[in-house]
C-alpha cells in the first residue's frame, strides 16, 4: 500500500509534484527562468492543466488547481489529475514524490494526494509472470503544506489503506474467499483496528432460525456466516448506536434462476462488495478513534444451484417470522439482508444504512456514477448523507418511495414475494428490505460503482471500495 508522509521542503534531487496556479512563484519550485517561460506559456496560451519536466535527475510536475461552481467539483478532479500523475511517476519507475503546495490549500493537496494513491493501487497477487515488470514502483508520497497537519495525514493514510483492503476483498476470487473466509478476514480487521468482532457459524444461525440466509445458502457445500463487529470506544457522541449492515454474497451465480455467464456471472464474486465496504469502514473509524458507537453486520453465503437449492415458489420463513414466497432465487441478496435488518432492530438503533449490489435496476437507472439511496430517516439524516457523498464524490441517487410500490410485492399466499416485477426494480427491491425495519434506515444500492469491467481514473478498474470514503467521512461528521 502507499504510504503518505508528511515532509519538509523538497530537495533539488527529490521528484516533485507542485501544485500551483497561473500566477504562482515558479522559481520556489526550483525551476530556471528557462523552464518557468515554458511552463507559464503552457498554462495561458495552450491552456493545459498540467505540465512536465522532466530534470533528468528528477521530475517536476505542475499541476494547476482550478476552482470549479463547488469546491468538492475542484477536489474531484485534483483526484483525478492525481491518478495522472500517479501513472506518470510509475511509466518512470520513480518510488517517491513529494506534493509541494503552492497554493496555500490543505484539501486541495490531500485530494490530489488521494487520487494519486488511490490511482496507484494494484491487484497482481496471482500473476507469476512479469509480476515485477507490472508492479507499480510508487510507495511513497511526502506532502508538503503549512496547511496539512500530521494528523489530516495520518487520517489520509487510514481511509486509504481501509479503500484498498475493501478493493483487494472485492477482487478475491470464491475460491480463496468463501463466507468463512470472508469472516476471517473481519476477524483479522477487528484484531488491527481493535474493534469487537463475533462470528456466527452455521449452528448457531440456525438456532437463531435466520431463514433467509439459510435458504439462500441450501445450495451451497460451504456453510453460510453471520458476522457482527462492534466499535464503542470510552466516550461516544451518539447514545444510541449507528448500524452498518452489508450484503456478503461472495459469489451470485443466480442459484436456480441461473445468471448468464458474459458480462453477469462472470463479475459476480464482486456480489459481497457491500459487506467489505461495512468491515473496512469499521477498519477505518477504529483506526481512526473516532468518537462513535458503531455496528456492523455482515451475512454471508454464496447462491449456487446445487444441492437442495431453495426453488422458486418456495415459502421461506424468515427470522423475525415473516413468510416470504421466494419467486426468484437471484433475487437472493434482500433475503440475507433482511434477517440482519430484522436482527439490528435489538440494537435500538439512530440509524441503519445498509450497502449492497442489490440490483441491476439501479445500475441500469445511474450507471457507475454513483449509488441508488432510498428509505426511512429523515431528511436531514439522508442530507448528510449526501453531503458526505459529495465530499468524496461518492454520490447518492435519492429514487421514491411511494407506497404504491408496496402492491408490487404483494404475495397471494405468503406476507410477501421476493420480485416485483419488470418496473421499479431497484425500488422493489427497497421496499422489500423495509418490511424488515422499525427505525430510521437508509439504503444504499451499489450495484453500478462497486465493480468496474474497465479502468476508471483513480477508482481503477475491478473491486473500487465503494462506500468506504462515503461512510468514514458521514461518521466523522455525525
Not at 145 to 161: G, R, Y
Not at 195 to 207: P, Y
Not at 456 to 462: E, H, L, N, P
Amino acid at each position: 500500500m502507499t504510504s503518505i508522509k508528511k515532509s519538509p521542503a523538497p530537495s533539488e534531487n527529490e521528484n516533485v509534484v507542485a501544485l500551483c496556479k497561473k500566477n504562482s512563484n515558479f522559481s520556489s519550485f526550483g525551476l530556471s527562468p528557462a523552464e518557468i517561460s515554458y511552463v507559464k506559456n503552457e498554462f495561458e496560451k495552450k491552456d493545459k492543466k498540467m505540465v512536465v519536466l522532466n530534470q533528468l535527475r528528477r521530475i517536476i510536475i505542475l499541476q494547476l488547481l482550478e476552482k470549479k461552481a463547488k469546491e468538492h467539483q475542484t477536489l474531484e478532479a485534483l483526484r483525478k489529475a492525481g491518478d495522472k500523475i500517479s501513472s506518470y511517476l510509475n511509466e518512470n519507475k520513480k518510488e517517491a514524490v513529494v506534493i509541494a503546495d503552492g497554493v496555500n490549500d490543505g484539501k486541495a493537496t490531500l485530494a490530489l494526494a488521494e487520487g494519486i494513491a488511490l490511482g496507484n493501487y494494484q491487484f497482481i497477487k496471482y500473476k507469476t509472470k512479469e509480476v515485477e515488470k507490472e508492479k507499480h514502483s510508487l510507495a511513497t508520497i511526502f506532502i508538503h503544506s503549512k496547511k496539512v497537519s500530521l494528523k489530516d495525514i495520518e487520517q489520509l493514510q487510514i481511509v486509504l489503506d481501509s479503500v484498498m483492503e475493501a478493493r483487494s476483498l472485492v477482487n478475491e476470487p470464491v475460491s480463496t474467499l468463501n463466507a468463512n473466509a470472508l469472516a476471517k478476514e473481519f476477524q483479522r480487521l477487528g484484531k488491527e483496528a481493535g474493534f469487537k468482532v463475533t462470528v456466527f457459524e452455521k449452528t448457531k444461525i440456525e438456532a437463531h432460525r435466520m431463514g433467509g440466509l439459510l435458504a439462500v445458502n441450501q445450495g451451497s457445500i460451504d456453510p453460510p456466516t453471520f458476522t457482527i463487529m462492534e466499535w464503542k470506544p470510552a466516550r461516544v457522541k451518539n447514545k444510541k448506536p449507528v448500524v452498518l449492515v452489508g450484503k456478503g454474497v461472495v459469489y451470485d451465480t443466480g442459484g436456480l434462476s441461473l445468471k448468464p455467464t458474459p458480462n453477469s456471472m462472470d463479475y459476480m464474486k464482486c456480489d459481497m462488495a457491500g459487506s467489505a465496504a461495512v468491515g473496512c469502514t469499521m477498519y477505518a473509524i477504529a483506526k481512526a478513534k473516532l468518537p462513535v458507537h458503531v455496528i456492523g453486520l455482515v451475512p454471508a453465503t454464496d447462491n449456487r444451484p446445487g444441492g437442495n437449492a431453495y426453488a422458486p415458489g418456495d415459502i421461506i420463513n424468515m427470522y423475525d417470522g415473516q413468510k416470504v414466497e421466494m419467486l426468484n432465487a437471484d433475487a437472493e441478496g434482500r433475503m440475507i439482508l433482511a434477517d440482519a435488518l430484522a436482527w439490528a432492530k435489538q440494537y435500538n438503533p439512530e440509524l441503519v444504512i445498509d450497502l449492497a449490489t442489490l440490483t441491476g435496476a439501479a445500475a441500469a437507472a445511474v450507471g457507475t456514477f454513483g449509488m441508488v439511496a432510498m428509505g426511512t430517516a429523515s431528511e436531514a439524516q439522508k442530507n448528510k448523507l449526501k453531503a458526505s457523498g459529495n465530499n468524496v464524490h461518492e454520490r447518492l441517487a435519492e429514487f421514491p418511495f411511494w407506497e404504491e410500490y408496496d402492491d408490487l410485492i404483494k404475495s397471494d399466499i405468503a406476507d410477501m414475494k421476493n420480485i416485483g416485477g419488470p418496473h421499479g426494480g431497484a425500488i422493489t427491491a427497497g421496499k422489500f428490505l423495509a418490511r424488515f425495519t422499525s427505525y430510521p434506515w437508509i439504503h444504499l444500492d451499489i450495484a453500478g460503482p462497486a465493480f468496474l469491467p474497465s479502468r476508471d481514473s483513480y477508482r481503477g478498474k475491478g473491486g473500487t471500495g465503494t462506500g468506504v470514503r462515503l461512510l468514514f467521512d458521514f461518521l466523522k461528521n455525525y
